[in-house]
């Protein structure tokens, strides 16, 4: 499976490569290329927001059903196009429509990635493969973005439609990379047949619908609402209300405010890796708890940058550093909140978990610009602030509340698991690769499971990490071997 999970990160960061070269020049490239206006130009994200919102709610029952690949080549192929469209659209109705189809492309193709990455990796695995994923998603973006500066001309529309090639290209390419990707479907998703009693839905919800059984879920709405409230305080905010602010109230230059946006760029490239080790092994609802303890100190320092900004060097920094806190928090965020909702899914279920949390944050996504957007009309800075430290402090609040719900194996998924009867000092044998199945929550996470005396895997009791040894083989002195990873 690792090779399979390295061909699904290598075409995800392809596609955010192409997607690089078109994101920040798409208002410009509107509105001022083909001359259709800055009204247009947010119509076109806005119908780029209603498309991913009307086709999410229906995503994840086709990935449950028929498997992530189906969505991959819609996804892949209706985001080409719409990307093609773009290039060489002239008119409002065109550029409206090639929204509209690009935006409900990329929508799907975001669960149906998580789900492929949920498949080919392990509780102890999950982690690493998300925060991998995320890390390459941002350095793509960033050097397609850089690269297409250097290739686009505002003066000569060809440019923009050679830039919308490339992007449109780039998807296809994705698209012949994940054809090759062959992953087993879970045996619990293909017996109909999940772990949802784990998450706290039970057992019998984990027989129904698949919304039912979400709605029923508790923890999972819980993290829904915890990761609505972080979407609107953070990448809700960056493109409307912070950009604003920061132009407005902070006076620094749009230049500059291309070096903050860089900031936070070149923190989760630099230091996404040296965070996940340091969460590693942490309570995942505790270290959300820090971002909106971070993001509360950067929403001060952003306020701040607006009462000094007769100081210019100060408010530039002040501004420069909100950019780049919010980039440590994404990079915490990345090994923690998907990987969440991967492990309390029914392993039948994975596709409508993954989707309807995309549905979550296409929903923070179209409410952030909108409330920043009206606040800044008004002009009502003060209270623009108040109101996002008063999100972010929610955040930190939601996230204690989840962790006393979450099931001890998804919020801290290193725990070391024993079979009934036995003690951490027992002498577990070691299972061999094949005898746990892969799946989005399996009973016994691969790494740590044992086998009872019988040879039987049985039910399980979850003991504190601080019993384990490094590597999370048992720690005791007894012959307990570490399971074999199936990546």
Same mark, same amino acid.
């Not at 009307?54 to 969505?71: C, E, H, W």
């Not at 149906?112 to 982690?127: D, E, F, K, N």
């Not at 609107?232 to 070096?259: D, K, M, R």
């Not at 005898?435 to 790494?447: C, D, F, K, N, R």
């Given at each position: 499976?690792?090779?399979?999970?390295?061909?699904?990160?290598?075409?995800?960061?392809?596609?955010?490569?192409?997607?690089?070269?078109?994101?920040?020049?798409?208002?410009?490239?509107?509105?001022?290329v !083909?001359?259709?206006?800055?009204?247009?130009?947010? %119509? /076109?994200?806005?119908?780029?927001?209603?498309?991913?919102?009307?086709?999410?709610?229906?995503?994840?029952?086709?990935?449950?059903? *028929?498997? #992530?690949?189906?969505?991959?080549?819609?996804?892949?192929?209706? %985001?080409?196009?719409?990307?093609?469209?773009?290039?060489?659209?002239?008119?409002? #109705?065109?550029?409206?429509?090639?929204?509209? /189809?690009?935006?409900?492309?990329?929508?799907?193709?975001?669960?149906a990635?998580?789900?492929?990455?949920?498949?080919?990796?392990? &509780?102890?695995?999950?982690?690493?493969?998300?925060?991998?994923?995320?890390?390459?998603?941002?350095?793509?973006?960033?050097?397609?973005?850089?690269?297409?500066?250097?290739?686009?001309?505002?003066h000569?529309?060809?440019?923009?439609t050679?830039?919308?090639?490339?992007?449109?290209?780039?998807?296809?390419?994705?698209l012949?990379?994940?054809?090759?990707?062959?992953?087993?479907?879970?045996?619990?998703?293909?017996?109909?047949?999940?772990a949802?009693?784990?998450?706290?839905?039970?057992?019998?919800?984990?027989?129904?619908?698949?919304?039912?059984?979400?709605? !029923?879920?508790?923890?999972?709405?819980? =993290?829904?609402?915890?990761?609505?409230?972080?979407?609107?305080?953070?990448?809700?905010?960056?493109?409307?209300?912070?950009?604003?602010?920061?132009?407005?109230?902070?006076?620094?230059?749009?230049?500059?405010?291309?070096?903050a946006?860089?900031?936070?760029?070149?923190?989760? /490239?630099?230091?996404?890796?040296?965070v996940?080790?340091?969460?590693?092994?942490? !309570?995942?609802?505790?270290?959300?708890?820090?971002?909106?303890?971070?993001?509360?100190?950067?929403?001060?320092?952003?306020?701040?940058?607006?009462?000094?900004?007769?100081?210019?060097?100060?408010?530039?920094?002040?501004?420069?550093?909100?950019?780049?806190?919010?980039?440590?928090?994404e990079?915490? =965020?990345?090994?923690?909140?998907?990987?969440?909702?991967?492990? =309390?899914?029914?392993? !039948?279920?994975?596709?409508?978990?993954?989707?309807?949390?995309?549905?979550?944050?296409q929903?923070?996504?179209?409410?952030?610009?909108?409330?920043?957007?009206?606040?800044?009309?008004?002009?009502a800075?003060?209270?623009y602030?108040?109101? =996002?430290?008063?999100?972010?402090?929610?955040?930190?609040?939601? %996230?204690?509340?989840?962790?006393?719900?979450?099931?001890?194996?998804?919020?801290?998924?290193?725990?070391?698991?024993?079979?009934?009867?036995?003690?951490?000092?027992?002498?577990?044998?070691?299972?061999?690769?094949?005898?746990?199945?892969?799946?989005?929550?399996?009973?016994?996470? &691969?790494?740590?499971?044992?086998?009872?005396?019988?040879?039987?895997?049985?039910?399980?009791?979850?003991l504190?990490?601080?019993?384990?040894? &490094?590597?999370?083989?048992? *720690?005791?002195?007894?012959?307990?071997?570490?399971?074999?990873?199936?990546?």
């Amino acid at each position: 499976m690792a090779a399979a999970l390295r061909r699904i990160q290598l075409g995800n960061a392809l596609a955010a490569f192409g997607n690089g070269f078109t994101v920040p020049f798409l208002f410009v490239y509107v509105a001022r290329v !083909r001359d259709l206006g800055d009204g247009t130009a947010g %119509a /076109v994200l806005a119908a780029f927001a209603a498309a991913a919102l009307i086709v999410l709610p229906f995503t994840g029952r086709v990935i449950d059903r *028929s498997g #992530p690949l189906v969505m991959v080549v819609i996804g892949a192929v209706s %985001a080409a196009l719409g990307a093609l469209g773009f290039g060489l659209s002239t008119t409002a #109705p065109a550029v409206l429509a090639a929204s509209a /189809v690009m935006g409900a492309g990329i929508a799907v193709l975001q669960p149906a990635l998580a789900t492929m990455i949920v498949w080919c990796s392990t &509780p102890g695995t999950r982690s690493r493969a998300f925060a991998t994923q995320f890390f390459l998603n941002n350095l793509g973006l960033g050097v397609g973005g850089l690269l297409g500066g250097m290739l686009v001309n505002e003066h000569v529309p060809a440019s923009f439609t050679l830039l919308f090639s490339i992007e449109a290209t780039m998807f296809l390419v994705l698209l012949a990379v994940l054809v090759t990707v062959r992953v087993a479907r879970p045996a619990e998703a293909a017996a109909g047949s999940g772990a949802g009693a784990a998450s706290g839905a039970g057992s019998g919800a984990a027989r129904g619908s698949g919304w039912g059984v979400l709605l !029923r879920d508790r923890p999972m709405v819980l =993290l829904g609402v915890l990761g609505f409230v972080i979407f609107f305080a953070c990448y809700g905010q960056f493109e409307s209300g912070l950009s604003a602010y920061a132009v407005e109230v902070t006076h620094i230059s749009t230049a500059t405010l291309g070096t903050a946006l860089a900031a936070n760029t070149a923190m989760i /490239v630099l230091a996404q890796f040296v965070v996940l080790r340091l969460v590693d092994g942490r !309570r995942r609802s505790r270290v959300v708890a820090l971002v909106g303890a971070i993001w509360t100190v950067a929403w001060l320092a952003a306020g701040a940058s607006g009462l000094v900004h007769g100081a210019q060097a100060v408010a530039t920094a002040l501004l420069i550093g909100t950019y780049a806190l919010f980039g440590v928090g994404e990079t915490m =965020l990345s090994p923690t909140v998907a990987p969440m909702v991967a492990d =309390l899914a029914p392993a !039948r279920l994975v596709g409508q978990y993954n989707s309807a949390f995309a549905l979550v944050k296409q929903l923070a996504l179209a409410v952030g610009p909108a409330v920043g957007g009206a606040i800044a009309a008004a002009g009502a800075w003060s209270t623009y602030i108040v109101m =996002l430290v008063l999100c972010c402090l929610g955040v930190v609040g939601l %996230a204690f509340l989840l962790g006393r719900r979450l099931p001890e194996r998804v919020d801290r998924p290193g725990s070391v698991v024993v079979a009934r009867g036995g003690s951490p000092s027992g002498s577990g044998e070691e299972v061999p690769e094949g005898a746990v199945a892969t799946s989005a929550q399996g009973a016994l996470p &691969p790494e740590t499971a044992v086998l009872s005396g019988s040879g039987v895997l049985s039910e399980s009791a979850v003991l504190s990490t601080d019993a384990a040894a &490094p590597g999370g083989a048992v *720690s005791s002195g007894g012959a307990g071997g570490r399971v074999p990873s199936a990546v």
